[in-house]
């Protein structure tokens, strides 16, 4: 496989600053993304050069992802609440139920 293949499944590394400034969506598609890591080095299919040559995240046994995922979980905490689909689909439920009776 080729270095560029890794590099894709690697969480690159943002300074805390630059999270801040980042859009609520951008911030939860950048915690999806250390979710789907893999656990740790011992089950992984890379091999130690593959491993050296990628910069960014990797595994979630590393200090680096704890502290990456925390970073974001920390701006997020600051955000609005956004809702998931199914919360959507009960707010226009909701509203729909609302109309016909008014």
């Known amino acids: 496989m080729s270095k560029s293949y890794f590099e894709a499944?690697?969480?690159p590394l943002i300074d805390p600053y630059e999270l801040e400034h980042q859009t609520?969506?951008?911030?939860?598609?950048?915690l999806d993304r250390p979710r789907r890591?893999?656990?740790?080095?011992?089950?992984?299919?890379?091999?130690?050069e593959e491993v050296e040559a990628v910069d960014g995240i990797?595994?979630?046994?590393?200090?680096?992802?704890?502290e990456a995922?925390?970073?974001?979980?920390?701006?997020?905490?600051?955000?609005e609440h956004v809702p998931g689909p199914?919360?959507?689909?009960?707010?226009?439920?909701d509203r729909a139920k609302s109309n016909r009776s008014g």
């Open 37 to 48: 890591c893999e656990d740790s080095r011992a089950g992984s299919d890379m091999v130690t």
């Open 9 to 11: 499944r690697a969480v």
């Open 58 to 66: 990797l595994f979630k046994g590393s200090p680096a992802w704890r």
């Open 24 to 30: 609520t969506k951008a911030l939860l598609a950048r």
């Open 86 to 93: 199914a919360e959507r689909r009960q707010m226009r439920h």
């Open 69 to 79: 995922y925390e970073a974001v979980k920390a701006v997020l905490s600051t955000r």
